[in-house]
């Protein structure tokens, strides 16, 4: 009887390069590296377009042919969206041909996938309405759930969430939140009134996001049939398995020698010999199911690490203070009325930004270094500050002159 | 195991890293039942525990500024500065047959001190104790470990590599059954230059104990110094780079007056380094304490808001590590062997003076990058233990000596 929800999370910011103290005053492009180095925002997109998206984004209008019964959903960042509209307008094309089936739900975010819930509601909400505005120009499809940065969640976004008008929510299924409930029903966050709760089941969407490669792994390798066997043994205490992870699972986390795009053709196939299984997206799944009981998420929940919370961005001081003094200039870059102010100011709050800085596991040299530009959090944490700096420059500037 | 060790240098009669390595290996050792005769050229008046100290009593030479070739750390470049600078030609000439005859009187004392006392392993410290080590050998038939601390191209910056020292430890490189270095930076380096199989060589990093730098004396919170200080803390040589840390300094100056720049050592350029302070017009804000050792030297480690090592070819590194040790960020050349092992740190290419003047602003200015290269650092440094590296010896150890011999880990 389940419902398998996917949802897969497309973003890459816009990093910044490598900037000196000695560019303060005399460079204002942080974003674009002119040596067209391999980690240049560029180079990144146009290699996993290639690596990842648009071989996946094959298989799944593939798949959608094949099995009209197949649903699946999105969520891009706005800073994505921008990049493959000027790198990979191929990549976006596909996007656009599979949103077309109608097989696909897209859920809205915050436009440059920033932390901003957590410093300006006002900010917040006006990322979330420019991502809705990108999503309905590109796609011409308006989201009804919603999914915030890195799954972060708390009580508070999921009532202001459904003041915004969405039906959904989703964030990580996490045990310290369910007690010894499961991930696989529908909830209704505490303090809300309509909206319902979407939790990741995080055992059998790491099987596949962060294990299916591993050959250290007890179940490796892992195939479409093993792990429909594993969704077919939840039927009956079970409504919805949401299997949520980022895209670039296939193809670029998971290379594709290691058998991860013939586990995604197979998956359905393996899936629906189940009479009682169905796929289903996320406003599917709202629709069906009613909510079992009403979850109490006080504390910041997200989808990362070991200890799912926000640590990996604001865990150390120089990511505290970093986001300090860029929420700090809101009220003078609003007032400023200069939209590329505004827009360098946005792509500021990336989360990206913070996520580099991190110094957490860096002795331990893990999947975190793997995905900075850096060599290191510092590096990251000195680009960052003189291009802060730089900006704050600009925005006097611009102040002096109103 | 019984070692017969040759050293050139001990604590506290020590000029730099090579004391302080000779110091943790063979107190670690010693510790894991390693029993070690120690070879000094001369008597230091050392009375360590756990160590049998042997002096050779080779006649001590006549010193002035003579003595400064009598370091560690002779190179070609100093030797030539010593060489011109002694206006009797036919005096340096002499001179320098003094030096190369004291390391070959040195290995023949260490011919008979093999034949007399007990060992199993031969272990020699850099190219003075090379001749030493193979003479030993050739009396003792036991098995020879050579450890390079630094090569003479190090030493020279690159520039007029000093082919008699290049010889000496050609040789010693080569005669060894294994050879010990001190990062990867110089294995490549050894193998490039010296032509040894690179299966011949181990790498064993140097370490620090970190209880000799916890003393609390100063704080850099004190709120009466609102200005900062930056330390460059080496002979004032070419291959330690303290001309480009005057270079970066400049150029910090330019951006924040508030800053002080330290220079701890002496070296062949000592007054070179003092006129091109003057003549950048900042040698009010660059302040020269001279060699520092004991409690100066763990003072000025935590005095200082930000130790940078700027090496144009540095083997190791031992004194980064201490700075770590001391809870002051570093700044490290990434033309060191320590970084090869130490995450919590900025690193910059030698001749980079923009990214090491950005990298110092950045701390100096900044507050919360310092806290975060402090505190991640103070728990990285506890990986690097003179045990570990002692570990490490004996493995090459056991892969030479007689198996009977051999020490369990």
Sequence with gaps: MPSICFYFQVHQPYRIKKYSVFDIGQDHKYFDDENLNEKCNRAVIKKVAQKCYIPTTKVLLDLVHRHPEFKISFSFSGTVLEQLEEYSPEALELFQRLVRTGNVEILDETYYHSLSFFY???????????????????????????????????????????????????????????????????????????IKLLLKNYKLSDDVAFRFSNKGWAEYPLYASKFTQWINSINGSGQTINLFMDYETFGEHQWEDSGIFNFLRALPTEVLKHPDNNFKTPSEVIASYDCVDDMDIHNVLTWADTERDLSAWTGNSMQKSSLKKIYELEEDVINSEDISIQEDWRKLQTSDHFYYMCT??????????????????????????????????????????? | MKVLMFGWEFPPHNSGGLGTACYGITKALSEKGVEINFV?????????????????????????????????YLN????????????????????????????YRYAQ??????????????????????????????????????????TEYDRS????????????????????????????????????????????????????????????????????????????????????????????????????????????????????????????????????????????LKNIYKIADLYVMPSVSEPFGITSLEAVA??????????????????HCLRVDFWDIDDMANK??????????????SSNGLSEVDKFTWDNAADEIIKSYNAVVNPNKRIAI
Excluded at chain 1, 380 to 397: K, M, P
């Design chain 2, 40 to 72: 000094l050229p001369r008597n230091f008046g050392i009375e360590e525990k756990f160590l049998n100290v042997i002096y050779t009593r080779l006649p001590k030479i006549k010193m002035n500024e003579v003595d400064s070739l009598l370091i560690a």
């Design chain 1, 360 to 402: 957490k596991w860096f002795s331990d040299g893990d999947v975190h270094k793997y995905f900075s530009p850096y060599d290191s959090p510092y590096e990251a944490f000195i680009s960052f500050i003189n291009v802060l700096n730089d900006f704050r420059f600009r925005l006097d500037v611009v102040k002096s002159n109103l």
């Design chain 2, 109 to 150: 004392v260490a011919k008979e001190i093999a034949s007399e006392v007990e060992h199993d392993i031969i272990h020699t410290h850099d190219w003075m104790t090379f001749p030493s080590g193979i003479e030993a050998r050739r009396a003792s038939k036991k098995p020879l470990l050579s450890h390079v601390h630094s």
């Design chain 2, 360 to 373: 110092i602003l950045s701390v100096v200015n900044y507050d919360e990058l310092g806290e975060c290269l």
């Design chain 2, 157 to 296: 910056g690159g520039h007029g590599v000093n082919p008699i020292v290049f010889e000496i430890e050609k040789n010693g490189i080569q005669e060894a059954d294994r050879v010990l270095t001190v990062s990867n930076f110089t294995k490549n380096k050894i193998i490039d230059n010296y032509h040894v199989e690179s299966s011949k060589i181990d790498i064993i990093y140097n370490a620090i104990n970190k209880s000799d730098f916890n003393n609390a004396c100063f704080s850099k919170n004190d709120n009466f110094r609102k200005t900062k200080i930056v330390l460059f803390l080496g002979r004032l040589t070419l291959h330690k780079g303290p001309d480009n840390f005057l270079k970066a300094a400049k150029k910090v100056l330019d951006k924040n007056k508030k800053v002080i720049f330290v220079i701890s050592g002496s070296g062949d350029m000592n007054n070179q380094i003092i006129e091109q302070a003057a003549d950048l017009g900042i040698a009010d804000r660059v302040l020269f304490t001279g060699f520092l050792r004991g409690g100066d």
């Design chain 2, 326 to 343: 001391s809870g002051t960020p570093v700044l490290i050349s990434k033309q060191s062997g320590v970084s090869e092992i130490l995450n």
């Design chain 1, 120 to 194: 300006s509601d006002e900010e917040f909400v006006r990322q979330v309405k420019m991502h809705r505005e990108k999503v309905k120009k590109l796609f011409n499809y308006k989201p009804k759930v919603f999914r915030n940065t890195e799954l972060s969640y708390n009580n508070e976004l999921g009532v202001l969430v459904e003041k915004l008008g969405y039906d959904g929510i989703i964030t990580e299924g996490w045990e310290r939140y369910m007690g010894d409930r499961s991930p696989n029903f529908v909830y209704r966050p505490k303090g809300a009134n309509k």
């Design chain 2, 76 to 103: 070609s470049m100093s030797y030539r500065k010593v060489f011109l600078s002694i206006e009797d030609r036919k005096n340096a000439e002499n001179y320098c047959g003094d030096l190369i005859q004291e390391v």
